[in-house]
T-cell receptor
Framework: SQQGEEDPQALSIQEGENATMNCSYK?????LQWYRQNSGRGLVHLIL?????REKHSGRLRVTLDTSKKSSSLLITASRAADTASYFC???????????FGQGTTLQVKP | EPEVTQTPSHQVTQMGQEVILRCVPI?????FYWYRQILGQKVEFLVS????????KSEIFDDQFSVERPDGSNFTLKIRSTKLEDSAMYFC???????????FGPGTRLLVL
């Protein structure tokens, strides 16, 4: 499998519920970044978590990182229809800042 | 809030033609990147650029591709002779320092016919 794999591939929930997406990776990292992409649009940066950090929060978003398991999770609490998008994790393992993206999780939040 | 901009938003070209995709990174950023996303697939790294030279490139970034920072603001990706498989969304990104948040532009959707 490849660096930065998310699961599930697709997630459908009701508005108000929490959504959890997971990302696994293979090599050691400098940091891991989560992005959101609305259909056919650009990538919006959500959170960066460094290899020496375990948890970060931003509004309704909570990201955890477990370097021993080489995994990260993104939790969106109290989801809204506007959260409907694809979510990608991207790992930075190089000296140049190159990001390796996963396949993404497609989240649908039903009103 | 400063943002990365890209032009054009859409480009249609014939196979074999040259295209130049343009990006204006955030003004005080020093590291620049190009990525691409083929429809329905994941985002793939193409090239990183710092101090007026390529710092890393992927296998995709072959001799048909080149990058340039012709002045203090623009960052361009040139594809010399486009192929059908070059059809994709191309994203430019920039960051102030390595291993920091990369800010992406809205992308250029390239269609090669």
């Amino acid at each position: 499998s490849q660096q930065g794999e998310e699961d599930p591939q697709a997630l459908s929930i009701q508005e108000g519920e929490n959504a959890t997406m997971n990302c696994s990776y293979k090599t050691s990292i400098n940091n891991l970044q989560w992005y959101r992409q609305n259909s056919g649009r650009g990538l919006v940066h959500l959170i960066l978590i460094r290899s020496n950090e375990r948890e970060k929060h931003s509004g309704r978003l909570r990201v955890t990182l477990d370097t021993s398991k080489k995994s990260s999770s993104l939790l969106i609490t109290a989801s809204r229809a506007a959260d409907t998008a694809s979510y990608f994790c991207a790992t930075d393992s190089s000296n140049t800042g190159k990001l390796i993206f996963g396949q993404g999780t497609t989240l649908q939040v039903k009103p | 809030e400063p943002e990365v901009t890209q032009t054009p938003s859409h480009q249609v070209t014939q196979m074999g033609q040259e295209v130049i995709l343009r990006c204006v990174p955030i003004s005080n950023h020093l590291y620049f990147y190009w990525y691409r996303q083929i429809l329905g697939q994941k985002v793939e790294f193409l090239v990183s650029f710092y101090n007026n030279e390529i710092s890393e490139k992927s296998e995709i970034f072959d001799d048909q591709f080149s990058v340039e920072r012709p002045d203090g603001s623009n960052f361009t990706l040139k594809i010399r002779s486009t192929k059908l498989e070059d059809s994709a969304m191309y994203f430019c990104a920039s960051t102030k320092e390595r291993q920091e948040t990369q800010y992406f532009g809205p992308g250029t959707r390239l269609l090669v016919l």
